[in-house]
């Protein structure tokens, strides 16, 4: 089974590079099968990552920047993939 783990945080308003730059090195103990990440308007970054496991298995998150860094709490979800097209 692929197991999709999406984390998302919002910057200060101006810091969306710095917060960009802070996730891209942060390393996770193991390695995903895929790492993806976005950004978006409003200093918004998105890292996806995907995982052969179980959907409640227990698997590396990338923690929370400092919160000086952004202007809320870190949003998380886990998906179960049904399919690729």
Avoid at 25 to 51: C, N, S, Y
């Amino acid at each position: 089974m692929t197991v999709a783990l999406m984390w998302e945080a919002r910057a200060v308003e101006g810091r969306g590079d710095e917060l960009l730059a802070w996730v891209e090195k942060q390393d996770l103990p193991g390695r995903p099968l895929r790492r993806e990440v976005l950004r978006a308007p409003q200093d918004r970054v998105l890292v996806i990552t995907w995982w052969d496991a179980a959907y409640d298995a227990e698997l590396p998150e990338l923690p929370d920047p400092d919160g000086e860094l952004v202007t809320r709490t870190v949003h998380r979800w886990r998906f179960e993939s049904v399919g690729v097209s």
